[in-house]
């Protein structure tokens, strides 16, 4: 990390603060991948990656003068008290890609809720910056019948996360993150695209947790979330199929695929 100060340190002052951000974006990609995928991949540590990386952007950074351009600069010294504390990584940056989907995936993981239950606020999350989004409101007259969002660090053919419906006692706040147990698979079709849903339970719930199988749900309880899916998007012209629900085996085979699918989009990412 003091090597990758330093060259930071060579650029202008109004590059500094710029590749220092960039440092950060190139940094997290890089452990990321060590942490989830075989450190044996990688032909270089995660520091050589970040200055390969910088060089590539900014071609006037120059390891060699670092140390006479933070003489002339007289750039404050960093201890290694700061450098600790700035690198060690205790909070999720981004709810995809940062945080964990959990050491029991595929069967329990980390749910990030976007629509709380109850709610005709159709939030999602913005991709770009992490943050949770008004999309819209409901065009029917329907409401969320129970806390949705999406499985972290998983990818579908959408391009979006796997999503998936919890059922709990309680409405969770947007952005919240909980840990929820796959019981089957809603397959759906929207506007002629595959976008499947996980159904789940909360696994701290006390109500829900000891459910395994969908087939333990009221028949009326399923009824209403497909009827829901159906429903919801009626009013703007748009048309949603949903198939027979499928067991919980099958929803477990659907998040493995999303996370392989997710792990072969960071290698790739990495490579470019």
Not at 98 to 106: F, H, S, T, V
Request: charged share 30%.
């Amino acid at each position: 990390m003091t090597k990758i100060l330093h060259l930071i340190s060579t650029l202008g002052n109004a590059k500094v603060r710029e590749a220092w951000a960039e440092t950060d974006v190139l940094r997290r990609k890089a452990e990321d991948m060590e942490r989830m995928l075989d450190v044996s991949k990688f032909k270089v540590s995660a520091t050589t990656y970040v200055e390969i990386k910088l060089k590539a952007k900014y071609p006037n950074m120059s390891g060699d003068n670092a140390a006479d351009a933070m003489e002339t600069r007289q750039a404050p010294q960093l201890n290694e008290r700061i450098l600790s504390s700035m690198s060690r990584r205790s909070v999720a940056a981004h709810p995809w890609h940062d945080l964990e989907i959990g050491p029991g995936a595929p069967s329990i993981f980390n749910v990030v809720v976007e629509i709380t239950k109850g709610s005709k606020v159709k939030y999602e999350l913005d991709k770009k910056t992490g943050l949770i989004k008004v999309d819209r409101v409901l065009y029917s007259s329907v409401v969320y019948p129970h806390n949705y969002g999406f499985i972290p660090r998983t990818l579908c053919e959408d391009n979006d996360p796997l999503d998936v419906l919890v059922l709990m006692q309680e409405p969770v706040l947007p952005g919240c993150f909980l840990r929820a147990k796959a019981i089957g698979l809603m397959p759906m079709i929207d506007q002629g695209e595959k976008d499947d849903k996980i159904i789940a339970v909360c696994a701290d719930d006390p109500e829900y947790r000891h459910f395994q199988e969908l087939n333990e749900l009221s028949p009326h309880r399923l009824n209403e979330i497909r009827r829901f899916f159906e429903d919801y998007k009626k009013n703007e012209n748009k048309e949603v199929a949903v198939n027979e629900f499928l067991p919980a085996s099958t929803a477990h085979e659907a998040i493995q695929h999303s996370m392989d699918l997710y792990a072969q989009y960071i290698l790739q990412t990495l490579r470019r």
